[in-house]
């Protein structure tokens, strides 16, 4: 079974950083061949895309609103996609999936995710 476990969330006052950490297992294909990205489901709001990255490290995707502060990274060694937050929003605060999808394109933005992970929570303090 496709497991996607993030971690790495917690409570961080206004302007520190975080890394979280998506641990990824059960691919059915090579962990080079899915496109990668990390949402956020903001309470009060529907879920935005925060974060992707294509195939193979390739192109990356940023959300305007986080964009300068946020870096997504992917480690083919450990099967693993991270995001490291810095400079962090009272905003920001949200719970933070990681999702997958086999194969796509080098503009990830332009895709569906199948894959999902249950989330871990960020809380920013003002």
């Known amino acids: 079974e496709v497991q996607l476990v993030e971690s790495g969330g917690g409570l961080v006052q206004a302007g520190g950083s975080l890394r979280l950490s998506c641990a990824t297992s059960?691919?059915?294909?090579?962990?080079?061949?899915?496109?990668l990205g990390w949402f956020r489901q903001v309470p009060g709001k529907g879920r935005e895309r925060v974060a992707c990255?294509?195939?193979?490290?390739?192109?990356?995707y940023y959300a305007d609103s986080v964009k300068g502060r946020f870096t997504i990274s992917s480690d083919k060694s450990k099967n693993t996609v991270d995001l490291q937050m810095n400079s962090l929003k009272p905003e920001d605060t949200a719970v933070y999936h990681c999702?997958?999808?086999?194969?796509?394109?080098?503009?990830?933005?332009?895709?569906?995710?199948?894959?999902w992970g249950q989330g871990t929570q960020v809380t920013v303090s003002s």
């Open positions: 999702a997958a999808l086999s194969g796509g394109g080098i503009y990830c933005e332009r895709y569906d995710f199948e894959r």
């Open positions: 059960g691919f059915t294909f090579d962990f080079d061949d899915y496109t």
């Open positions: 990255i294509g195939r193979r490290g390739g192109r990356q």
